[in-house]
């Protein structure tokens, strides 16, 4: 029996699958927890920054209790300043 997965996709219709027993998987960078899943398909090179975004919301919906750091997720991602990407993840509602 196949295990449940969400398929994720960018505007080219690039599709990836994420078995969703590991969608809220967090890796250890320093002291932080961060997405390892947002990691993974940004390394891929196939997503955009929108598109990421738009996967960490799904990621949150999917599994809200995990110790996800978004901020410090994407702060390594963009290389941009804390209060725009605080700003971005708060529009978002991924931060409060």
Same mark, same amino acid.
């Given at each position: 029996?196949?295990?449940?997965?969400?398929?994720?996709?960018?505007?080219?219709?690039?599709?990836?699958?994420?078995?969703?027993?590991?969608?809220?998987? !967090? +890796?250890?960078?320093?002291?932080?927890?961060? =997405?390892?899943?947002?990691?993974?398909? *940004?390394?891929?090179? /196939?997503?955009?920054?929108?598109?990421?975004?738009?996967?960490?919301?799904?990621?949150?919906?999917?599994?809200?209790?995990?110790?996800?750091?978004?901020? !410090? +997720?994407?702060?390594?991602?963009?290389?941009? =300043?804390?209060?725009?990407?605080?700003? *971005?993840?708060?529009? /978002?509602?991924?931060?409060?």
């Amino acid at each position: 029996m196949e295990p449940e997965t969400i398929q994720v996709s960018n505007q080219e219709g690039i599709s990836c699958f994420i078995p969703v027993k590991f969608i809220g998987k !967090e +890796t250890h960078v320093g002291d932080k927890f961060l =997405s390892y899943q947002v990691l993974r398909l *940004k390394q891929t090179g /196939l997503f955009s920054m929108e598109e990421l975004y738009r996967i960490a919301l799904l990621i949150e919906s999917k599994d809200p209790n995990s110790l996800i750091d978004w901020t !410090e +997720t994407f702060m390594l991602l963009e290389k941009d =300043s804390r209060p725009h990407i605080s700003r *971005k993840l708060r529009a /978002l509602q991924l931060v409060q």
